[in-house]
C-alpha cells in the first residue's frame, strides 16, 4: 500500500510536470536557439526523471534528415554518445550513490523559424537554405540510495557536446519548482 501511495504521488507529480513541458512545448516552437539544450529533472524521493532536449545541430553537426553514410556515422556516433552519457552530463552528488539508466533518445523534427541567440552570433546558419529543424530529445532516470531533496546536481554537458554552451535547467520536486541556466556547465542547481 505504501509503495502504491508513493507511485501515485509520482504520477500526479508527472502530470505537474508534463503540464510545464506542454507549456515549455509552445515555447519551442518560435524558440530554436542553436547552442542552447534544456534539462528537466523530476525528482521523487530517492529517484528522478531527467529529460534532454537539443537542437540537433547542437548534438551531431547538421538538422537535415541524415541521408549519407557520413551523416548517418556523425548521427549514430551523436546518439551513442548521449545513450551512455546521461550520467556525465548530469552529475548527481556522488554521496548519493546514484545510478543513470541508459538514454533513450530520439530525434524530432520541429516547425517554426528558428530564433538569434541573444549575442546574435548563433542565428542559424542554414535558416535561409531550407526549414527544416531538427532536435534531439533524450530521457533517463536515475535511481539513488539516498533522498535527493537538498542536494545539489553538476552539470557536464559542454564538455560531452562542445556546441551546448548553455543549459536551461528544470526541476520540480516536491518541494517546488525552480530553474537556471547553467552556461558552460558553470554552476549548480540545488533539488
Ligand atoms: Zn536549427
Redesign the pocket.
Known amino acids: 500500500m505504501k509503495c502504491r501511495t508513493r507511485w501515485l504521488a509520482l504520477g500526479v507529480s508527472l502530470l505537474m510536470f508534463s503540464f510545464d513541458l506542454a507549456a515549455a512545448e509552445k515555447r519551442r516552437h518560435d524558440a530554436?536557439v542553436?547552442g542552447i539544450a534544456e534539462i528537466n529533472i523530476a525528482v521523487e524521493g530517492a529517484k528522478a526523471t531527467v529529460e534532454f532536449r537539443a537542437?540537433a545541430?547542437s548534438v551531431m553537426g547538421f538538422?537535415h534528415e541524415a541521408k549519407s553514410e557520413s551523416d548517418k556515422k556523425k548521427r549514430d556516433a551523436a546518439l551513442e554518445q548521449l545513450r551512455t552519457k546521461g550520467g556525465q552530463m548530469v552529475v548527481f552528488d556522488p554521496k548519493l550513490g546514484c545510478k543513470s539508466s541508459d538514454m533513450k533518445t530520439a530525434i524530432v523534427e520541429t516547425k517554426g523559424e528558428?530564433t538569434k541567440a541573444q549575442s546574435g552570433k548563433e542565428a542559424?546558419k542554414d535558416q535561409k537554405k531550407s526549414g527544416e529543424?531538427r532536435e534531439v530529445h533524450g530521457t533517463f532516470t536515475v535511481a539513488c540510495d539516498k533522498p535527493l531533496a537538498g542536494s545539489r546536481v553538476k552539470f557536464g554537458v559542454s564538455k560531452v557536446f562542445r556546441d551546448i554552451q548553455e543549459v536551461k535547467v528544470q526541476v520540480l520536486s516536491d518541494s517546488g519548482q525552480s530553474g537556471a541556466t547553467i552556461k558552460k556547465d558553470k554552476g549548480d542547481v540545488k533539488l
Do not use: K, R
Request: glycine content about 0%.
Open positions: 530554436h542553436h537542437p545541430e538538422e528558428a542559424h529543424h
